[in-house]
């Protein structure tokens, strides 16, 4: 009976945990919008949105209504269940990723339970957010074919090859940095880069692995079509894209995902290379405010740094020309896929030469097999 009633609070506290990072997600996406024409406005010199609401805070509200009550067209000659299919799975693989990131630290309740700020605590969160991501070209992919129109075809056919080239190096990128944590675990990652200076040197991982990180950080811009690898939605050759079709919530669905991707996406790299929740000065914060305090702190810590990144994002879209196809297909396999692996050998030997093999993990304890509850006990 206690077994029953301590599983009934997991699946509590786990689906309060689901629906705050839900909303959170899109609430996030729909103001992302509202801060891209911001942040183009003021490169731009102009004012941007500034009529519904002060400052225009409710023309996310007024898009999003518009695109609700329009009209739902499907083309008479598209394949009517795969055209239908298309956003929804973008969708879903864009709201799944974000099960496998920890928002902060656990907070013990005096009464001795454990909250874990983490949807789902599995230890190989990268290769489920890689498996993940490469599921959500399939979105691109069916509904650009399913169509009929050569325009959404010819951008859908880019996506994939485009995801398909970048994701290579974007994995080759993670690997030196798996080699120097010794886990798969993002909550492990995050734990070794406690604080930002320890041992003479900093915790977190951009000061590790910088070229792994502009790697990554480059393969994400071409993994999310942000400018300047935004090829399958070049306006100037393929008009829309592979949404042209596409009205009311499935254009809806198409450009939330793409948002909520871009949230999702600075979340992971904030994770991987910045610390996570982690900042300077932690434990004295913690020592003066409380666990709970302290874990609301955290997870606000982590959503500015990902707001960061996200404006980052923003940034460079408005500041660099879109790059050729031919570019693009040359910067991913002649460039980065090299320097990815150059970069794999030298940690690799810096790992063998200077750490005598073992991974520098900032004295955490690296697991590496499934966390069964033998292996819990004795951690």
């Known amino acids: 009976m206690l077994l029953l009633q301590v599983d009934v609070a997991l699946i509590i506290e786990k689906l309060i945990l689901i629906s705050v990072i839900l909303m959170g997600s899109l609430g996030i996406a ?5 801060g891209e024409r911001k942040v183009a406005a003021i490169m731009q010199d102009r004012l941007g949105p500034n009529r ?5 805070l409710l023309q996310p509200l007024a898009d999003g209504l518009k695109l609700f009550f329009k009209e739902e067209i499907i083309p008479d000659r598209s394949t009517r269940f795969i055209f239908i299919l298309g956003p929804c799975l973008a969708m879903l693989t864009a709201l799944m990723t974000s099960s496998v990131i920890p928002w902060a630290p656990d907070y013990q309740i005096p009464g001795g339970r454990t909250i874990t700020f983490q949807v789902a605590d599995i230890n190989i969160g990268i290769l489920f957010v890689f498996g993940v991501v490469s599921l959500g070209v399939y979105g ?6 399913a169509s009929n129109n050569k325009f959404s075809l010819l951008s859908s056919i880019r996506a994939a090859s ?3 080239s970048y994701e290579l190096a974007m994995g080759l990128s993670l690997i030196a940095l798996l080699m120097m944590t010794g886990s798969l675990s993002l909550r492990e990652i995050v734990a070794q880069q406690h604080g930002f200076w320890e041992g003479n040197w900093f915790t977190w991982n951009i000061f590790k692995q910088p070229l792994g990180f502009i790697i990554f950080l480059t393969c ?16 100037s050759e393929l008009n829309m894209g592979y949404h ?6 499935k254009l809806g669905f198409y450009l939330f995902a793409e948002y909520i991707n871009l949230f999702i996406s600075s979340t992971i790299i904030i994770t991987l290379f910045f610390g996570g929740y982690n900042f300077p000065f932690m434990d004295q914060v913690k020592a003066a405010a409380g666990p709970l305090v302290f874990s609301i702190i955290c997870m606000l810590v982590l959503i500015t740094k990902a707001v960061c990144m996200v404006l980052f994002f923003m940034f460079v879209r408005w500041t660099l020309p879109r790059f050729r196809y031919d570019q693009l297909m040359k910067l991913g396999w002649k460039t980065l896929i090299p320097l990815a692996l150059a970069n794999m050998v030298v940690t690799g030997a810096l790992i063998l030469w200077v750490f005598n093999g073992q991974p520098k ?19």
């Open 220 to 235: 994400a811009f071409a993994e999310l079509n942000r400018a300047p690898f935004d090829l399958p939605e070049c306006e």
């Open 30 to 34: 729909m103001y992302a919008t509202w």
């Open 162 to 164: 485009q995801a398909i």
């Open 140 to 145: 691109v992919m069916l509904g650009g074919w």
């Open 244 to 249: 042209q079709e596409y009205s009311s919530m």
């Open 52 to 56: 519904a609401g002060p400052m225009g």
């Open 361 to 379: 993990n900032n004295g955490v304890e690296v697991v590496t097999s499934v966390n069964t509850p033998q292996i819990q006990a004795q951690k």
